[in-house]
């Protein structure tokens, strides 16, 4: 039996190992839509929009990788903040699957900043923003946290 759960254990660790892919994390405090370029069938393509939540990851390009390089873009709702680089390419205001060298009417361009995958087959790619939100904001709803603990502790029932 012990054998068994060996054998078990030994082929859920080898099945993780084939679930390559291109994660998009958002390590910002704020929600952002996020768009990728890659490599499919001799041309480029741009796709998006995913949403991620703060925390979030999600998987973009799913797959072992097989290119060593991917673009990404991404931007909080309203476009008030931008992760972006310095290669154009096409986005829309919806979801979309855009050919690289075909920017319509309905798109967009933006600049897209390049991943580097170093040749990995999977890969995980984090959006950051240390400067999004405002410190003194911070600090003060920090100040403030005791005395909101306190007063939900308080209104909680003590039984239900």
Known sequence: MRLAIRIAII??????????????????PLTIEAAVGYPAGGQWFTEGWFSLAPGDCGVVVAGNLTNRYYYAY?????GRIHWNGELPMC???SAFRIPHAICTADSQRQDFS??????AASFDYSFSCPDCLDQSLVSAV??????LEQLADAQAPLSY
């Open 11 to 28: 082929a859920h660790i080898s099945c993780l190992g084939l679930l390559a892919e291109l994660n998009f994390c958002n390590s910002s």
């Open 91 to 93: 986005t829309a205001g």
């Open 114 to 119: 390049k991943i580097d995958t170093g040749g």
């Open 142 to 147: 920090r100040q403030y946290v005791p005395y």
């Open 74 to 78: 991404a931007q909080t709702a309203g």
